[in-house]
């Protein structure tokens, strides 16, 4: 069986497309900082984060969305399957993102500072949202009747209230960064490996789907949300040019063949020359001899071949050429 982590395509130069480890370390870090501090800046907008929510759940109603409920009730059927989506929850979002960045800044650079500008993007934009559009998770909305399963079942990365929580902002629920970014480390590891089980990595963020709406953490709408700004982003960060020619998101998420299929040439039909023996005297692969030549020809000239090879003999010489009637215009 192939390795999920099988490369897509030799790449080349790969220590010339390697950006330097420090600096790189110092970019994301600095990147993380300014996310974490940006989202600060939005607590204490406790009355418009929940009127944005009351607005959030009419809409999702008004246009048929299934209930968050719906995946709630099948976690609560089982205290372990719970205490799973909150640990999935608490613990795979950022180590999987990370693990994502350090594997293709070790195997795949290219792909890598593709991948690093597309977070970045998807990231910014979210900020903004959670600035200028704060929302209260659904876990906290006495609409919703859902339960905050991490404060009931534990583990939990929040604080029990909102106002006293100095390490997030749990008003930042639109868009779901949870969502968003397992998309992304499953697009970036399909694009960048040719496997044939690569399309497993989708199962990442239908997981981490299924554990933000079931955990009461986000709304249906904060995943798709987080989606259009991950497509907007993938289309406007260009894919790193593939070795031997070729760009886009196409060519890495086809299969790709095991030998290159060489092109096919047009049949360009020979052109004729200016003189062409007629069939009859074409030797290949009849071979006539000399006297059969001569009987086939349209002229007849009278000559005797001498059976000896290499000579012949003219016995006579007519006074002109007679032409062979062929019976035409009688």
Not at 160 to 170: F, G, L
Not at 181 to 209: E, K
Not at 267 to 282: D, V
């Amino acid at each position: 069986m192939n390795s999920l982590f099988e490369p897509a395509e030799p790449e080349p130069d790969s220590r010339a497309a390697r950006p330097p480890l420090v600096r790189e370390l110092l970019l994301v870090v600095g990147l993380f900082l300014v996310y974490k501090f940006g989202r600060q800046l939005a607590n204490g907008h406790t009355g418009e984060a929940f009127r944005n929510a009351d607005h959030v759940w009419s809409f999702e109603r008004a246009v048929d969305l299934p209930g968050e409920g719906a995946v709630q009730s099948a976690l609560l059927h089982s205290d372990t399957l719970v205490h799973i989506a909150n640990t999935y929850y608490a613990t795979v979002h950022f180590p999987a993102t990370l693990a994502l960045l350090v594997f293709l800044y070790l195997r795949r650079p290219r792909h890598y500072v593709w991948t690093r500008r597309v977070l970045a993007v998807l990231t910014a934009a979210a900020l903004v949202l959670h600035l200028s559009f704060p929302l209260a998770p659904p876990r906290m909305l006495s609409a919703a009747h859902l339960v905050d399963t991490a404060q009931v079942y534990g583990p939990s990365v929040y604080a029990a209230k909102p106002d006293t929580d100095t390490m997030a902002n749990q008003f930042a629920a639109m868009p779901s960064l949870h969502f968003g970014w397992a998309l992304m480390v499953a697009i970036g590891l399909i694009v960048a490996t040719r496997s044939r089980w690569r399309w497993l990595w989708l199962l990442h963020p239908l997981v981490t789907l299924l554990v933000v709406v079931g955990t009461a953490n986000h709304y249906w709408l904060d995943a798709i949300v987080a989606t259009a700004l991950l497509g907007i982003a993938l289309a406007v960060i260009r894919m790193p040019q593939a070795v031997g020619g070729g760009t886009g998101i196409r060519r890495h998420l086809l299969p790709i063949p095991d030998h290159a299929i060489a092109p096919a040439v047009a049949h360009t039909p020979p052109t004729p020359a200016p003189w062409s023996p007629a069939p009859s005297l074409r030797t290949p692969p009849d071979s006539l001899s000399a006297s059969d030549v001569l009987d086939r020809m349209p002229i007849r000239i009278p000559v005797q071949v001498s059976p000896t090879p290499g000579s012949t003999s003219v016995t006579s010489v007519a006074p002109a050429p007679q032409l062979v009637s062929t019976g035409a215009g009688r």
